[in-house]
Every structure is written in structure tokens, then in C-alpha cells.
T-cell receptor, first 115, second 112 residues
């Protein structure tokens, strides 16, 4: 069974600094997607970034980038130049390519951004 | 842009009552999903649908039913509400299985 582990229940970062959120996963599949979702207090789930497992190049979206280590089954999220609006719960998620049913989420990391 | 719309946003039910959580999307997405999020946890898949008339069970389907009579709507039915079903429920949709899922704002449901 696929599992997603986020070992940091809470993280804190100062405004304008950089923070890295960790995620590891366990799978026997070779072709899959990895995602980071942001959930602010408004509760909405917002897609931050996604990575296809077959791509060696790490995905980037403006201030957000990932460090994808397929052999180590690690998928960390780096947030640069942190802003107050980045404060939220961040969920790492996994899905096997072509499978509609199974989007597996980690338990989340709560990110606080301080002045 | 409406996207994925869930109603109601909040609801309190008594044990044994039934209700339907509504979900509608206006993006012509074929795939739709229902998740539940318990406190301090990630989302778990309840049911999903790959198109009108087709539904399938996810990870935690017990106590729920769904239907998909149109592409736009994917209601979730609780027949006999139990305290264990107290949770936040999210509906999502996607173009196909390889595209990111778009989420609604969630429905907070309490069973007392």
C-alpha cells in the first residue's frame, strides 16, 4: 500500500526567509505524480506544485520549488522569500499515473510565518 | 469562476438522521471525487466517479452513497448519520485521471 509521511507537524519561518517542508512516500510503482497542496484557514485546498515521477528535473512555481529524490522516495517543498500569506497547512500527496481513485495524502505540516 | 461548489458549508445532524451533501462543478470535468478530512489528518477518498452514470468506492466508503446522473453534479448521501462521520467533506473534480484535482471549499459536518 502506498503511504505518504510528513514528519514535521509544525514549522515556523520568518518573513522573507526560506523554509523546507519534508515529505517521504512508500510505493512499488514506477510511474506516479506527487503534489503539494496548501490549505489556508479558509479550508480551501489549493494546488501549489506537482511533479511527474518520470521527470528528473525538479518542478518550480515562482517562489515554490521541490527537491525530488526518486531513489530515496523523498519530495520536499522549498518556499523562498516567505510571505505572511504562505501561512497554512501544507499537504504532500501521491497518485499513481492513470489511476482515478487513489490520491493519498500525508497528515500535513502547519507552517507559521512570523515577522 | 465558480469552479467546484459545495453546499451547505456547515451542518449539524442528530444521530440517525440522513442528509445529502451537494457538489457541482461547471468546468465540464469528467472525474469527480469525495474526500473526508478528520482533525489533524490528510484527506481520505470516500467515492469517486469517472463520468455520468459511473461511480466507484474509495478508501472509506462505508456509511455513504453517491450518484452521478449528470456531469456537473455528484451528491454524497449519508443515510444514518453516526458520530464517526463528523468531519470536513471535500468535493473535487479533474479533467482526467492525470490532471490535478480542483477542490471545493468543504462542508463541515457535525453529528451529535
Amino acid at each position: 500500500a502506498q503511504t505518504v509521511t510528513q514528519s514535521q507537524p509544525e514549522m515556523s519561518v520568518q518573513e522573507a526567509e526560506t523554509v523546507t517542508l519534508s515529505c517521504t512516500y512508500d510505493t512499488s510503482e514506477s510511474d506516479y505524480y506527487l503534489f503539494w497542496y496548501k490549505q489556508p484557514p479558509s479550508r480551501q485546498m489549493i494546488l501549489v506544485i506537482r511533479q511527474e515521477a518520470y521527470k528528473q528535473q525538479n518542478a518550480t512555481e515562482n517562489r515554490f520549488s521541490v527537491n525530488f529524490q526518486k531513489a530515496a522516495k523523498s519530495f520536499s517543498l522549498k518556499i523562498s522569500d516567505s510571505q505572511l500569506g504562505d501561512a497554512a497547512m501544507y499537504f504532500c500527496a501521491y497518485r499513481v499515473t492513470g489511476t482515478a481513485s487513489k490520491l493519498t495524502f500525508g497528515t500535513g505540516t502547519r507552517l507559521q510565518v512570523t515577522l | 469562476n465558480a469552479g467546484v461548489t459545495q453546499t451547505p458549508k456547515f451542518r449539524i445532524l442528530k444521530i440517525g438522521q440522513s442528509m445529502t451533501l451537494q457538489c457541482a462543478q461547471d468546468m465540464n470535468h469528467n472525474y469527480m471525487y469525495w474526500y473526508r478530512q478528520d482533525p489533524g489528518m490528510g484527506l481520505k477518498l470516500i467515492y469517486y466517479s469517472v463520468g455520468a452514470g459511473i461511480t466507484d468506492k474509495g478508501e472509506v466508503p462505508n456509511g455513504y452513497n453517491v450518484s452521478r446522473s449528470t456531469t456537473e453534479d455528484f451528491p454524497l448521501r449519508l443515510e444514518l448519520a453516526a458520530p464517526s462521520q463528523t468531519s470536513v467533506y471535500f468535493c473535487a473534480s479533474s479533467t482526467d485521471s492525470n490532471q490535478p484535482q480542483h477542490f471545493g471549499d468543504g462542508t463541515r459536518l457535525s453529528i451529535l
